[in-house]
């Protein structure tokens, strides 16, 4: 335990070209990554590496927990899903698991998250015990939230992560609310409107048009011969239709035969017609020879002959006609009769396939009431969706400052712990660790060093924030104990600011009980020792391993890659 330095040393015999960046200060942390869950970082794809496996020996806690098991961890390049361990107590004879199960142990038995928090993951606290991001003191990486910084802190300062992890539920919910407006808005969700009188006015009426067509399917009775049925309406209709025309026409004949007997001549308008001419051919003077009245007497019988004969069989025509007609209107009557019996049955009833189309145009209307139902229900919610932020965002903040106020003293210490160490860092400065809820119901952590915001000072910020936030994680058993910053986290720090830093880290990790690793360049501590003016003394700290650019056996790997 307490202060190690990983050096990486510049020879004399190192041509100007060569780089120390090269020969492994930051992979030996990415490395330390990767074993303990992490991603593979792009550079280890080199193809120089493809066979290669990384191993770490560490002390994990027992599966008694009254001490620690000396665990050896391997890992390849290939496959990187999976990993070997061995030692330790907790997974037993299970030595090779897959990535996602060494991520489940390492957050259960090394972290302690609650297995109901979502926040923060065990990535997320490895990168801020083991970082590589340094441009932000409370960000593990460039993409991660605020409101998982924020459950991420303040889990390891001994907050709830359940509670803080409720930033998330809001943080969500906004922007699903603000995509759903965009969207609707520009018309990407057609069928969706936030016009809610609108949607409330179709709904009305497809209710209305809906309840009318439940009525009549009610109504409704089925007649499977219904076809059947009206088949024989319409052949009844027919033969009506059919007795109906040929009434029609014997009608026309009987008053034809009519005008046909008044036409006819009776014999005593004759025997007024032949007086009259003898008349006329007396007042001339003439008299008929009898030879032409007699021949007129024949003519005329004759005639009347031809008359009645004609005139009876107008009659008998007529007589038929009327009996005809007679037996038309029977036959027509008995044929209405049927056809009304029919059509009552008809009208009683609905065919099987009307039936079902009625249904299936029910079924439609249903799907309609149905469809502006979650349409109003959808648009309801993304209205009041605002409102919903609002309250769950109160709710949120009180109980985060709920927490904070029942989590006080140990807040406090923290806090003193990171204004003393600011103290000593600068004399002419004043550090401080705000804490506190955001309106947006975050856990708002802002370490802040008063003067300029150099870079170099938000580097310092960082270093106190993350002794700070490693010490409190140990004590409430919520971290393993070790802490990692990389070179460049100094690189911008004034020689005598990384002198009190590294004395700080070797006296509070001797104090705390837990590994303070911390990689260099052999010119930089140099430089660091002599602006301390004696302050701080880095042999005593230094491992025996060196890394060096002497030879490209030198570096982490024994040869150098692209």
Wanted: hydrophobic share 40%; with cysteine.
């Amino acid at each position: 335990m307490g202060l190690n330095i990983l050096v990486a040393e510049r020879t004399d015999t190192s041509q100007q070209g060569d780089s120390r960046n090269s020969i492994g200060k930051t992979s030996v942390i990415k490395i330390l990554r990767y074993l303990l869950g992490g991603d593979l970082p792009p550079e280890f794809k080199a193809s120089e590496l493809t066979d290669h496996t990384f191993t770490a020996t560490l002390a994990l806690p027992a599966k008694d927990g009254d001490r620690d098991d000396e665990v050896t961890v391997t890992r390849a390049v290939s496959p990187t899903t999976r990993v070997q361990v061995s030692g330790w107590s907790i997974t037993g004879n299970s030595t090779d698991i897959h990535v996602d199960e060494w991520r489940e142990l390492l957050s259960h038995n090394i972290f302690r998250i609650p297995s109901d928090a979502t926040r923060p993951t065990a990535g997320q606290l490895w990168s801020q015990l083991i970082r590589t991001f340094f441009n932000n003191p409370i960000k593990g990486h460039q993409s991660e939230a605020d409101w998982e910084s924020g459950v991420k802190i303040g889990f390891m300062l001994g907050l709830s992560p359940e509670i803080l992890g409720k930033a998330g539920d809001v943080d969500r919910l906004t922007k699903q609310g603000k995509a759903i407006r965009a969207a609707v808005r520009e018309g990407a969700i057609t069928h969706l409107s936030l016009d809610e009188s609108a949607i409330r006015a179709q709904l009305a009426t497809a209710r209305r048009h809906r309840d009318r067509a439940q009525g009549d399917l009610r109504g409704f009775k089925v007649d499977e011969q219904y076809a059947d049925h009206q088949q024989e309406a319409d052949k009844l209709s027919a033969s009506i239709q059919k007795l109906n025309d040929e009434a029609l026409a014997l009608l026309r004949r009987s008053r034809e035969i009519d005008e046909a007997i008044a036409d006819e001549v009776e014999t005593s308008e004759q025997d007024e017609l032949t007086a009259k001419l003898s008349r006329v051919y007396a007042e001339i003077g003439l008299v008929l020879p009898n030879t032409v009245s007699r021949r007129y007497d024949e003519v005329r019988a004759f005639h009347e002959s031809v008359v009645r004969n004609r005139r009876s069989f107008l009659e008998q025509e007529l007589n038929s006609i009327r009996t005809r007609l007679e037996a038309i209107h029977s036959e027509r009557s008995s044929l209405d009769n049927q056809r009304s019996q029919i059509m009552l049955l008809l009208n009683e009833t609905v065919a099987l396939d009307t039936f079902l189309s009625l249904q299936r145009d029910l079924a439609k209307k249903e799907s309609d009431v149905a469809d502006l139902e979650r349409r109003l229900e959808a648009a309801n919610s993304i209205s009041t969706i605002s409102d919903t932020i609002k309250l769950r965002t109160a709710e949120l903040v009180a109980s985060v400052r709920t927490e904070l106020n029942e989590r006080n003293d140990s807040l406090v210490e923290s806090i003193s712990l990171f204004g003393e160490l600011g103290a000593e860092i600068y004399t002419d400065r004043e550090a401080s660790l705000l804490i506190s809820p955001t309106p947006k119901g975050l856990l708002g952590v802002e370490p802040r060093i008063s003067g300029d915001a150099s870079v170099g000072v938000r580097s310092v910020e960082t270093f106190i924030l993350d002794i700070v936030c490693a010490i409190a994680a140990i004590k409430a058993g919520r971290a393993p104990r070790i802490l990692v910053h990389d070179s460049h986290l100094f690189d911008a720090i004034d020689g005598r600011q990384v002198a009190s830093c590294l004395n700080i880290g070797a006296r509070l990790a001797e104090q705390h009980n837990f590994q303070y690793i911390v990689t260099l360049n052999s010119d930089f501590l140099a430089t660091v020792e002599l602006q301390s003016d004696g302050a701080f003394d880095a042999d005593p700290y230094i491992l025996d391993t060196r890394l060096t650019d002497e030879t490209d056996a030198g570096g982490l790997f024994g040869f150098r890659f692209d």
